[in-house]
T-cell receptor, first 113, second 110 residues
Framework: NAGVTQTPKFQVLKTGQSMTLQCAQD?????MSWYRQDPGMGLRLIHY???????DQGEVPNGYNVSRSTTEDFPLRLLSAAPSQTSVYFC????????????FGEGSRLTVL | GQQLNQSPQSMFIQEGEDVSMNCTSS?????WLWYKQDPGEGPVLLIA?????ELTSNGRLTAQFGITRKDSFLNISASIPSDVGIYFC??????????FGTGTSLTVIP
């Protein structure tokens, strides 16, 4: 059982480039979400999805797009990367959001030059 | 967004000491969660609290849901080196948005 798999683990981009961070889960969880982690800021919610075809904005959605065409995958797209998007990104899923238990991937470290 | 403030921001303690940290919110939460993040990994849930005043333990960890519903506390007794990491409080906002605190970084000196 892989759980939550994020790729790539590391990426360096130049300002203005685009890229997609992949998140795949094999736990059949309906809820998926993306967070960014910055020093002193904790984890901030970017976008989330409660099921295939449904996405919504979190606390810091600007500069990011998401889609949810299948239960398993929830990619995060940066259309035109900026240095302010240098961060560690985490994908998290949940079987039942009422419990509050989120299962996190190992993270993707992105540097934008 | 919701503001969850954790204190202290960092702690350096000797192995065997007890640890206390807390989390305060500007809003009322109906659920309080405590997560731990080991270096290079994603956070993992330690304890979940669902009722004001609730006190819950998980081994050497004890957490409490504050009576005002705007705060929560986490205690670790007899710390060991593997307790090193970042501890986050979190709570659900609007049910499907989970907000995390700023984190408390714990270093245990053997």
């Amino acid at each position: 059982n892989a759980g939550v798999t994020q790729t790539p683990k590391f990426q360096v981009l130049k300002t203005g480039q685009s890229m997609t961070l992949q998140c795949a889960q094999d736990m059949n969880h309906e809820y998926m979400s993306w967070y960014r982690q910055d020093p002193g800021m904790g984890l901030r919610l970017i976008h989330y999805s409660v099921g295939a075809g449904i996405t919504d904005q979190g606390e810091v959605p600007n500069g990011y797009n998401v889609s949810r065409s299948t239960t398993e995958d929830f990619p995060l797209r940066l259309l035109s990367a900026a240095p302010s998007q240098t961060s560690v990104y985490f994908c998290a899923t949940s079987r039942d959001t009422n419990t509050g238990e989120l299962f996190f991937g190992e993270g993707s470290r992105l540097t934008v030059l | 967004g919701q503001q969850l403030n954790q204190s202290p921001q960092s702690m350096f303690i000797q192995e065997g000491e007890d640890v206390s940290m807390n989390c305060t919110s500007s809003s009322i939460f109906n659920t309080w969660l405590w997560y731990k993040q080991d270096p290079g990994e994603g956070p993992v849930l330690l304890i979940a609290l669902y009722k004001a005043g609730e006190l819950t333990s998980n081994g050497r960890l004890t957490a409490q849901f504050g009576i005002t519903r705007k705060d929560s506390f986490l205690n670790i007794s007899a710390s060991i080196p593997s307790d090193v990491g970042i501890y986050f409080c979190a709570g659900p906002y609007t049910g499907n948005q989970f907000y995390f605190g700023t984190g408390t970084s714990l270093t245990v000196i053997p």
